[in-house]
């Protein structure tokens, strides 16, 4: 899973993306999550980094994950020739 | 002379083709013969283009929608004062003056903020759903109309009514029907956006004056400019429009501003019909998108209710050039991201 | 290292027209304690969902609303609408006020017996009272208010036959200006019923017409409608003055008055919009002292406020069971409590508000129901805090008619607790409990067995 090259990503969580025109705001937990998508990160180690900083189980956080990455893709924000 | 620094907050930032009056206000302000203002905006979407107009606005902050109520709207207006120093607020939009107007003292008394507005029971004797009623009182022509809570009320009204009728919504919008469908089609679209009750109104038959106006709450009118749209846009809005000579137009403005003690500005519509009636559509509490024009004419509306506001006394305008036109256009600024990140992620730019 | 607080990881299209975050601190501001006594506390105590009613905000809108009358008008007196809230602990608190009770079924007048209160001081109002009620009502001496003709000539026979002679009030309906008109319930000012009414039991003289009374419909939110009920039932008792040189002792103004909700569809917030009782108050004062009555002879003024006094007192506490995407992407919360037991969020926006800290960010979502019906929405919209399993949250202002109108449907109904002026709280409905329920059904004996597949009915 990888997010677009061309994504911009700012500290205050605003994300915009130059293909459609649309622009997003995150917390700082889907900034997280985005910018290790950007850094190529896999699955397994987005998911240990994130139980291991925060206080969440793993089944929890791999609902949570699923359903962000979904959103993700429903804005188009993934790469496209991805399978998952 | 040296011009006294003052800072004023003002929303209706929307100049978009159905513009607020926010930006009118603002210029009209700027050219004020006494005050240096300093323009805070007050914006609720971050695309009402006043935000990035930085040579009229100083700064713009996002403020919560009228729906968030009274509490959420103080909450705010404190954090902003804190850093800003208010000295005044002109509210521009008929959905929040409510909330204003309940804030009045309180704004007045903690924080020192001044605001000129009507009292709440002026500000509800002019509800549309109410006009009819202030017609009455205030002996004025007001179109005959009907208040609907349901669709299921529609079938009641047909005795009363006759095809074309317009149908409106609390704060804005009037559409015009000519079919039973027609009329519950605009109920439902309207319904959704401004709630209820949805405002039945007869349909007259003559070309539409419009006056804008301010009194001092005493019953004494300090201006008062008529004008007639030339050009209307598909919206209604208009697009160009005259100042006009109208003893007759004054003459019912001066009567109500009297008759109800009118406080603040106010903007009223008429229907003329051709044998010289005047019929009172609509009184809106506030200034007019083309409120610039008066100041056009020689009668800056907005300086005399700054000065209202802060508690000095003005005379009133004793006339106004006539056929002086406006002509509105729109123009495309550009703009960085960075500032409409700003704006969306602080609530502020 | 000790872990950062966990929050789902949201994402949100910038798009126009979308509520500002600026826009619902309030619902997103934590209210986690009620009358100082903690929220999670209470749920672990009593269970999830769970009412909670504020003994001292009763007792000061009870306050506040007769003050706004007393200094109004020299006679008046509350009765409390028992279909509002009939929990016997709420009656108890108005009754300790100093209410009467206003009932409007044989069940509600046996509560407001078995409360204690006098019969005299019980007005028996409603469509629906059977003849053996009206006996014990009259016998009881409470006032009896009669909502039409079948019911008027009962009373007279039953006057006869127990040779009493039983205080009555007509209910009188009107245009105040307010639609729909309430013109189901008792007499028509306009066409004259009312007038007839009147003259039939004057005629007849086996009743003792002592009041007038009308209820012109629920949250009501013009006190000019008031004014103008008020006029017109001060018109009918002068002319009773007039025509039978009889006083009329009281006048009855029902309920109405809107509480602080906001209802469905209104664009402003009812906290900010609806009026004050003291503008009802007002209304109806002025109406009725500008009415033309000698001073010495002013009716007894009585209301019969419910939502008013009682709304904002009561308070339901429930827990997120679930979080769900729907097919078209909005997020959807799943509570433990539905419109089973909050029959008012049909017609309401009620206030919702986290009862635990959240960081800023927010969700647009649904809230529903725990039942498997679609009508099961508690807040169609709603803008929220990023709301987990086990989350829990205050619904704001649910005081009235939903402890009255909840449904035993699909699930048992949740305890109410009433937290006392000193901070404590009190079990005063307890949870239902399968026994509750199946204590009113019989199971015939033919019906007591079977067999599933070949395998013997369990024994208990
Ligand atoms: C006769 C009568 N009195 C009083 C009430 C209480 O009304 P509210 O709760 O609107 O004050 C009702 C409720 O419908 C009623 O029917």
Redesign the pocket.
């Known amino acids: 899973m990888k997010i677009k090259q061309n994504i911009a990503i700012s500290d205050s969580g605003f994300i915009f993306n130059p293909t459609t025109g649309d622009s997003f705001s995150t917390n700082p937990i889907g900034q997280e999550i985005i910018k290790l998508l950007h850094n190529s990160k896999t699955e397994d180690e987005i998911r240990s980094f994130i139980l291991e900083t925060y206080q969440i189980s793993r089944d929890h956080f791999e609902k949570d994950y699923y359903d962000f990455i979904n959103v993700l893709k429903k804005y188009k924000l993934l790469e496209e020739n991805e399978k998952d | 002379m040296k011009k006294t620094d003052i800072t004023i907050a003002v929303t209706g930032l929307n100049a978009i083709d159905s513009p607020g009056p926010g930006i009118s206000v603002i210029r009209a302000l700027r050219e004020s013969s006494y005050y240096n203002p300093r323009i805070i905006g007050l914006s609720y979407d971050t695309m009402e283009p006043g935000i990035y107009m930085h040579d009229l606005v100083d700064k713009t902050y996002q403020i919560p929608f009228p729906s968030a109520g009274v509490d959420n709207l103080l909450h705010r207006i404190r954090e902003i004062n804190k850093k800003e120093k208010l000295d005044v607020i002109i509210p521009n939009f008929d959905a929040e003056l409510f909330n204003f107007i309940k804030l009045e003292q309180r704004l007045s008394e903690d924080l020192n903020i001044k605001m000129f507005l009507p009292s709440l029971n002026q500000f509800e004797e002019r509800q549309k759903s109410n006009l009819f009623a202030f017609g009455k009182k205030y002996k004025v022509k007001v179109p005959k109309n009907k208040t609907l809570f349901s669709l299921s009320e529609i079938p009641l009204i047909e005795n009363d009514f006759t095809f074309p009728l317009v149908v409106k919504g609390k704060y804005y919008d009037a559409k015009i029907a000519y079919s039973r469908e027609q009329i519950a089609q605009h109920f439902e679209k309207i319904s959704v956006r401004w709630g209820l009750p949805i405002i039945i109104q007869e349909y007259i038959f003559g070309s539409e004056v419009n006056v804008t106006a301010i009194g001092d709450g005493t019953g004494r009118t300090v201006g008062a400019v008529p004008m007639r749209k030339q050009y209307i846009t598909d919206k209604g809005k208009a697009w160009s429009g005259i100042s006009l000579d109208d003893d007759k137009l004054l003459k019912i403005t001066h009567d109500i501003i009297k008759a109800t003690k009118w406080k603040g500005s106010l903007e009223l519509e008429f229907i003329k019909t051709s044998n010289e009636e005047y019929y009172l559509l609509e009184i809106n509490p506030r200034f007019p998108a083309w409120i610039y024009l008066a100041v056009g004419c020689g009668q800056n509306h907005p300086d005399a209710l700054l000065k209202m506001a802060l508690g000095r006394k003005v005379k009133s305008f004793s006339k106004h050039e006539t056929g002086k036109m406006f002509i509105r256009y729109s123009y495309d600024m550009i703009v960085n991201l960075k500032e409409f990140e700003k704006i969306s992620t602080l609530g502020e730019l | 290292m000790t872990k950062l607080q966990y929050e789902r990881p949201v994402l949100q299209l910038l798009n126009s027209g979308a509520m500002n975050k600026y826009g619902t601190r309030t619902e997103y501001t934590p209210y986690s304690h009620i009358e100082g006594v903690s929220v999670h506390g209470l749920t672990e105590k009593y269970g999830s969902p769970l009412f909670v009613i504020s003994e001292r905000q009763i007792r000061q809108n009870f306050k506040d609303a007769n003050r706004s009358f007393k200094t109004r008008y020299p006679k008046v007196q509350f009765?409390w609408?028992y279909?509002?809230n009939y929990l016997n602990a709420v009656c108890n608190v108005f009754h300790q006020e100093g209410s009467w009770a206003?009932v409007?079924s044989g069940f509600e007048y046996d509560k407001a017996l078995n409360n204690g209160v006098p019969g005299s001081k019980i007005i028996f109002?409603?469509p629906d009272k059977t003849e053996e009620e009206l006996r014990t009502a009259v016998l009881n001496n409470s006032p009896i208010?009669i909502d039409h003709l079948d019911e008027l000539y009962s009373l007279q026979e039953i006057a006869e036959e127990l040779n009493l002679r039983p205080k009555v009030a007509i209910?009188v309906n009107m245009d105040t200006g307010i639609y729909p008109m309430w013109d189901r319930?008792g007499f028509n000012y306009e066409n004259g019923q009312a007038w007839d009414a009147i003259n039939k039991i004057m005629l007849n003289d086996k009743l003792d017409l002592i009041g007038l009374?009308c209820?012109i419909?629920?949250?009501?939110l013009a006190p000019n409608a008031y004014s103008i009920a008020a006029a017109k039932l001060s018109d009918l008792a002068i002319n009773i003055k007039y025509k039978y040189k009889k006083n009329i002792q009281y006048i009855?103004m029902?309920?109405?008055?809107?509480?602080k909700n906001t209802l469905k569809g209104s664009y402003l917030l009812g906290v900010d919009t609806v009026p004050t009782i003291d503008q009802f108050a007002e209304a109806i004062c002025t109406s009725i002292l500008n009415a033309g009555f000698l001073e010495e002879e002013l009716p007894l003024l009585i209301l019969?406020?419910?939502?008013?006094?009682?709304?904002d007192a009561g308070f339901l506490l429930g827990s997120v069971i679930s979080n769900k995407r729907l097919s078209d992407g909005r997020r959807a919360v799943i509570m433990d409590f539905g419109v089973n037991i909050m029959f008012t969020s049909f017609w309401y926006d009620h206030k919702i508000t986290p009862a635990q800290e959240f960081s800023e960010f927010t969700e647009d979502m649904v809230l529903y129901g725990p039942l498997c019906m679609n009508i099961d929405v508690i807040r169609e919209h709603v803008t929220l805090p990023l709301l987990k399993k086990g989350d829990q949250v205050v619904v704001h202002t649910v005081g009235?008619?939903n402890m009255t109108q909840w449904m035993q449907f699909i699930a048992l109904r949740p305890a109410v607790v009433m937290i006392d002026l000193k901070g404590v709280a009190h079990v005063i409905r307890k949870r239902e409990t399968i026994k509750s329920i199946e204590n009113e059904e019989i199971l015939p004996d033919y019906l007591k067995s079977f067999s599933l597949n070949g395998v013997e009915k369990r024994t208990a």
């Open positions: 009765a609408s279909k509002t206003e409007v109002n409603g208010h209910r319930f009374h209820h419909g629920t949250y009501m009855d029902g309920g109405g008055f809107a509480s019969e406020t419910g939502r008013a006094l009682i709304d009235a008619y």
